[in-house]
């Protein structure tokens, strides 16, 4: 079997969607009867291929988006058939898809297609809700994911969830940082801090409340600790900026913008737990990270984050300012309950890996039943 997995729409590996194409084909079986072939832009040739000896077949089309989504409306069929794949795999169906393919085909779903279809115009939803109902299956990242398909009316039956995986060769507990300063160049970000990785996108991230809620807590407890907000900016990022400078505590929270990947395990490692509000997340891998690297989550009750982070977080309502201080304060006074939510984040974090995530997805592509 020849499986084509598309490359288009992750980003160059800057995003989410990028991110999980590079595990996915980092962790891809060499001694599987199975052959692998990448195909895309050119400038992704060497992009996901990790080291590995995996053949890429590059497509002549510009770098932007509508390019792409042209070419997969109108040539996709005839590049499949060139290139004899049995199945092709499309992990970025968010961004660019088919609407139809003549043979088989799996989309990858890591988000909420509700929150998409909300942002876009009326052709690209049916495009998208036609590309979906084609595919012979789909892989979602969460059963909150899957469910959001099945209200926007695709099929069930098609539907598997498999969860992503984390590299535990990058997030695990460091036990060699500086009490006082983890130094990640070109920042020095003084400890005691609690971090919140996402982008400035908005407001169903919560920074503002978020912001807010760090506010109180430093009011009511006198404690030294930090905020750091570690994301790329947009939409939001005045208005989250706005927030801070509101703040009484302004000094006291660092807003970093883009942080790449590879520093998150030494700031996670570092900080004395992970605040993590946003209310639309479908994966959550963040929050996963963070357990790897040793430390408690607390989280939002909405989105995914329930199903990805079992018992293991302090929850609260991102809606709820008073609700989101008292936990912050709650991990850092009870030192017996931040032992036991950094040992069984360890431990839940343990179930989730890429190898795993492989091995299922594979498995799901070669069972013939729809």
């Keep these: 079997m020849k499986?084509?997995?598309?490359?288009?729409?992750?980003?160059?590996?800057?995003?989410?969607?990028?991110?999980?194409?590079?595990?996915?084909?980092?962790?891809?079986?060499?001694?599987?009867?199975?052959?692998?072939?990448?195909?895309?832009?050119?400038?992704?040739?060497?992009?996901?291929?990790?080291?590995?000896?995996?053949?890429?077949?590059?497509?002549?089309?510009?770098?932007?988006?509508?390019?792409?989504?042209?070419?997969?409306?109108?040539?996709?069929?005839?590049?499949?058939?060139?290139n004899n794949y049995d199945v092709t795999l499309f992990p970025a169906i968010e961004n660019v898809f088919p609407t139809k393919t003549k043979n088989k085909s799996v989309a990858i779903v890591n988000s909420i297609l509700s929150n998409f279809l909300a942002k876009t115009d009326k052709f690209t939803q049916?495009?998208?809700?036609?590309g979906l109902n084609n595919v012979n299956k789909i892989v979602a990242a969460s059963n909150f994911i899957k469910n959001d398909l099945i209200l926007n009316g695709i099929s069930a039956s098609k539907i598997q969830v498999i969860y992503n995986g984390i590299d535990h060769k990058m997030f695990f507990p460091?036990?060699?940082?500086?009490?006082?300063?983890?130094?990640?160049?070109?920042?020095?970000?003084?400890?005691p801090y609690f971090i919140y990785g996402s982008r400035l996108s908005g407001p169903e991230k919560k920074h503002i409340e978020l912001i807010q809620a760090f506010t109180l807590f430093k009011k009511k407890s006198n404690y030294p600790h930090r905020l750091v907000i570690c994301g790329s900016d947009g939409a939001y990022s005045t208005e989250i900026q706005k927030a801070v400078l509101e703040s009484e505590f302004a000094s006291d929270i660092f807003v970093t913008g883009y942080f790449p990947h590879e520093s998150f395990p030494k700031l996670y490692a570092g900080?004395?737990?992970?605040?993590?509000?946003?209310?639309?997340?479908?994966?959550?891998?963040?929050?996963?990270?963070s357990m790897a690297c040793g430390i408690p989550?607390?989280?939002?009750?909405?989105?995914?984050?329930?199903?990805?982070?079992?018992?293991?977080?302090?929850?609260?309502?991102?809606?709820?300012?008073?609700?989101?201080?008292?936990?912050?304060?709650?991990?850092?006074?009870?030192?017996?309950?931040?032992?036991?939510?950094?040992?069984?984040?360890?431990?839940?974090a343990s179930r989730f890996n890429w190898e795993k995530t492989v091995e299922q997805t594979i498995n799901f592509i070669n069972n013939d039943k729809k």
């Excluded at 890429?56 to 988006?65: A, E, F, G, Q």
């Excluded at 460091?174 to 400890?191: G, S, T, Y």
């Excluded at 929850?315 to 609700?323: E, G, L, M, P």
Aim: charged content about 20%; aromatic content about 12%.
């Design 126 to 130: 049916f495009q998208l809700k036609r």
């Design 3 to 82: 499986i084509g997995i598309d490359t288009f729409g992750c980003d160059h590996a800057r995003s989410g969607l990028g991110s999980y194409l590079y595990y996915f084909v980092s962790n891809l079986p060499t001694d599987s009867e199975i052959s692998f072939e990448l195909f895309g832009s050119e400038m992704d040739r060497y992009t996901y291929t990790s080291g590995k000896d995996i053949s890429y077949t590059s497509v002549n089309v510009p770098d932007s988006l509508q390019a792409e989504r042209f070419w997969h409306y109108l040539k996709i069929n005839q590049f499949i058939k060139k």
């Design 297 to 348: 989550v607390l989280c939002s009750t909405s989105g995914a984050l329930p199903e990805i982070g079992g018992d293991v977080p302090l929850y609260f309502d991102s809606n709820n300012v008073d609700q989101i201080a008292a936990q912050m304060q709650k991990i850092v006074d009870d030192k017996e309950l931040y032992k036991q939510k950094s040992e069984a984040g360890l431990l839940w």
């Design 271 to 289: 900080a004395t737990a992970c605040v993590f509000p946003s209310v639309n997340e479908g994966v959550g891998l963040p929050i996963l990270e």
């Design 174 to 191: 460091a036990i060699d940082l500086n009490p006082d300063v983890v130094e990640i160049k070109p920042f020095a970000i003084k400890r």
